[in-house]
Each structure stands twice: as structure tokens, then as C-alpha cells.
């Protein structure tokens, strides 16, 4: 759980990124932008905050932790949209597009 709530809080961090642009007659008419910090870290946030549900479900972990659960599980997928480019939210402004 710990590391998912890391995992989930470093996915605003962790910067790998690249963009491209086509221009026409220099004006920009596309710019495609990935991030693959997280869209590294999503999918190990969401697998995390499943796997920290399940033990809630099995009874083995306090109920608080099926909050926290749900917290990382919305994190990650936060995480691979963000990386995707489908939601422009770019805390540290390194988004050209």
C-alpha cells in the first residue's frame, strides 16, 4: 500500500517526455506530446491499489485501507490518461502543446 501511494504521488513527478509538431508556413497545426513517466507509474498504481482492494476484501487489512485503495486505483488511471495526452494536466508546464 505504502508503495502505491508513492507510486501514485511520483507519477506528478517523473518526467519522460516528448513532443512533435508539424507546422505549416510557420504556423503549428499539430502537436502530438507524450509523457512516459506516467504512464510507467499508472499501471503499477493501479495493479497496487487492486491488489490493496482485495485485501480489504478478504478482511486481512483495516477499512481505511480500502479508501486508500481506491485513491491509488484513481491515481494510476489519472496517471495513464495523463501520459496519453488525453487529459492536459501538466503540473510542471513542460507541455509545448
Do not use: Q
Request: charged residues 15%.
Amino acid at each position: 500500500m505504502l508503495v502505491g501511494l508513492v507510486l501514485a504521488a511520483g507519477g506528478f513527478i517523473l518526467e519522460v517526455s516528448y513532443h512533435t509538431y508539424r507546422s505549416e508556413n510557420g504556423v503549428v497545426v499539430d502537436c502530438d506530446y507524450r509523457n512516459f513517466g506516467p504512464l510507467l507509474v499508472g499501471p503499477v498504481a493501479v495493479v497496487l491499489g487492486l491488489v490493496t482492494l482485495a485485501r480489504r476484501r478478504r478482511g486481512t487489512s483495516p477499512a481505511r485501507d480500502a479508501a486508500l485503495g481506491l485513491v491509488i486505483v484513481a491515481a494510476g488511471l489519472l496517471h495513464v490518461l495523463r501520459g496519453l495526452g488525453v487529459i492536459d494536466l501538466d503540473l510542471l508546464g513542460n507541455n509545448p502543446c
